[in-house]
């Protein structure tokens, strides 16, 4: 597995991309993220049991709050670009809200340019050049709107602080509550106290990454009302309670982990 920094125009939507190949059959299970991703499989489309289906060759994977796995056959080689929470809108022309929990083929949304793209991306000869090619689409599109950036700044608050309440969030982004609910879903994909939950459970999920193991603390240092809520939210994102987590894999949170 291999991580591509975007160009600096690119940083303040694009978080990064990381392209996979591997000839070993896998399984693995994932949660929630709060990011959506744009994937390119360049060989055979990863299986999602939980959706019963498997990705399209050419896939737009939504904000989602239940964990799935994912597996493949052994033939895998794919170009996963990932974007910042509210950012995905603009270049697509699709509303995020669209496609909540779940994985749509970027061919059924209508645009012949993303279209044009990803034709081009499987012509590729290697996954740098597919990966210039992506950077380049992608940059032609930058659009930034008062929406954007107005979301973006309370995300910015409420990936601080996950239990804040909508209303500050609201005041941040110099919008009425209602209004601000409307315009947080159609860029991010989701409402944003469900949004908040996801975040509260990566925050967590970052302190047992760094070693934690003390679930009081953790879920006081989120926001949560006590230990069995914080256990009760973390089931439901990721399947098992922590221990169980820990006892079986290393954790790592998406959100909160900056890839090098």
């Known amino acids: 597995m291999r991580i591509y920094q975007p160009r600096e125009e690119l940083r303040p939507y694009v978080r990064y991309y990381w392209v996979l190949e591997s000839d070993e059959p896998f399984s693995v299970l994932t949660f929630p993220i709060g990011c959506p991703q744009m994937i390119f499989h360049g060989r055979s489309p990863l299986f999602i049991p939980e959706l019963s289906s498997r990705q399209d060759k050419f896939t737009i994977s939504g904000q989602v709050n239940f964990p799935a796995h994912i597996a493949s056959d052994g033939d895998t080689e794919m170009i996963v670009a990932v974007f910042y929470p509210h950012t995905i809108g603009m270049f697509i022309d699709t509303p995020p809200s669209a496609f909540y929990n779940q994985e749509i083929s970027g061919y059924d949304i209508g645009n012949k340019q993303l279209n044009l793209l990803a034709d081009r991306i499987f012509d590729c000869a290697?996954?740098?050049?597919?990966?210039?090619?992506?950077?380049?689409w992608l940059t032609a599109r930058i659009a930034p709107s008062l929406n954007i950036e107005r979301i973006g700044t309370s995300l910015t608050a409420l990936l601080r602080s996950p239990s804040i309440s909508i209303e500050n969030l609201a005041g941040i982004a110099c919008l009425g509550k209602k209004q601000y609910g409307r315009l947080f879903r159609e860029c991010v994909g989701m409402n944003p106290k469900e949004y908040g939950r996801i975040a509260r459970f990566q925050r967590a999920l970052r302190m047992l990454q760094l070693g934690s193991r003390d679930y009081a603390d953790i879920a006081y240092s989120n926001g949560y009302s006590d230990q069995s809520h914080f256990i009760r939210d973390f089931r439901q994102f990721s399947g098992m309670t922590p221990k169980q987590l820990t006892a079986n894999q290393t954790p790592?949170?998406?959100l909160y982990t900056v890839p090098v």
């Open 252 to 254: 790592y949170s998406d």
């Open 126 to 136: 290697d996954s740098e050049t597919a990966v210039s090619l992506i950077e380049k």
